[in-house]
């Protein structure tokens, strides 16, 4: 416990330096794109004495230093300012947006969890068999398609068949319930989800392979223990160390991957307000959904450094 406690005090003491850095790659990155936002928010037929006084209004003009530190400054007060006309605040429309996407990366690591782990228990038990060179093909195909083109394909077979299963877009309404949300929600986190759990298929394999080739295993059967009490009570769990990492940081591109399925499936989540602000070079609405990814995917990397010690105990000593 006290090894957990101090990782995570390290962690956290380092997690204002992490958003510090990615506050800096952002606004550098987002200053540097083409486009005037002048023009952008106030149209292209405005004249140039109203864009020159919109820039002076919201401080275009001053040096990148003064802006970045004028940014930093509204962030600690979690104002992240408002878009281009019509005016709303980012903060209040991220407040809105964020809880969907969330909501599909949840599914998502859920059904690559499901998936990849019995498959890639079953190829690594029966390693070499026909059940093996099956998962591989299953792995080798699932993890070569992108998720936008199997989210084309999903709305094909299953919501625009002969007989549709699922809506091609679009969130249920409250009213629908439970079951109307997961009908909506279904193909959008299995688009997101199978990729993923192609390359945790190989990884689980790889892992599980590797545990069972150990010499406890051996010895451990060679005393007379059960060969599937051995798998299930120490193989598993010391296998599963590698793959908890490599989930970790596929949560990132499961948030990511999120916003391009949202849009394919016109959701409205983050992906729909990162389009939004891209299209219109809303500063300060990509800014936002942008900030708010990075950090959670750090958050999100820091629980899996403390999942990582609870699932192996003995790197706690390390």
Do not use: C, H
Request: hydrophobic share 55%; charged share 15%.
């Amino acid at each position: 416990m006290v090894t957990i406690l101090r990782l995570l005090g390290r962690r956290l003491a380092a997690l204002p330096l992490m958003i510090l850095g990615i506050t800096l790659l952002v606004f550098l990155v987002l200053q540097a794109a083409p486009g005037d936002q002048a023009s952008s928010a106030l149209g292209d037929g405005a004249s140039e004495e109203a864009k020159e006084q919109y820039r002076q209004n919201n401080g275009l003009n001053d040096s990148l230093v003064l802006q970045y530190f004028r940014f930093l400054g509204k962030l600690l007060q979690f104002d992240l300012g408002v878009t281009t006309p019509p005016a709303k605040s980012v903060a209040d429309m991220i407040a809105a947006a964020f809880p969907l996407t969330l909501q599909l990366t949840f599914l998502g690591v859920l059904i690559a969890v499901l998936l990849s782990l019995p498959f890639g228990i079953i190829g690594a038990l029966y390693r070499d068999k026909w059940q093996d060179q099956l998962v591989r093909v299953f792995s080798i195909a699932a993890v070569a398609t992108p998720s936008f083109w199997l989210g084309i394909l999903l709305i094909q077979w299953f919501a625009l068949g002969a007989s549709p299963s699922f809506p091609s877009g679009g969130l249920a309404t409250p009213e629908s319930g439970f079951g109307g949300w997961l009908n909506s929600m279904t193909l959008p986190a299995l688009a997101l989800a199978i990729p993923v759990s192609a390359s945790l298929i190989r990884v689980v394999r790889t892992s599980m392979v590797e545990e069972l080739d150990r010499d406890y295993v051996r010895t451990a059967i060679g005393n007379g223990v059960p060969y599937r009490e051995v798998v299930s009570k120490n193989v598993l769990r010391n296998a599963l160390v590698t793959p908890v990492t490599v989930l970790g940081l596929r949560i990132g591109y499961l948030l990511g991957g999120a916003v391009v399925i949202e849009m394919i499936f016109a959701l409205p989540g983050m992906g729909q307000l990162i389009l939004n602000g891209i299209t219109n070079l809303d500063v300060n609405l990509v800014q936002g959904v942008v900030l708010t990814i990075s950090v959670t995917f750090v958050i999100v990397n820091i629980a899996v450094d403390l999942l990582y010690l609870l699932i192996n105990p003995r790197i706690r000593t390390v």
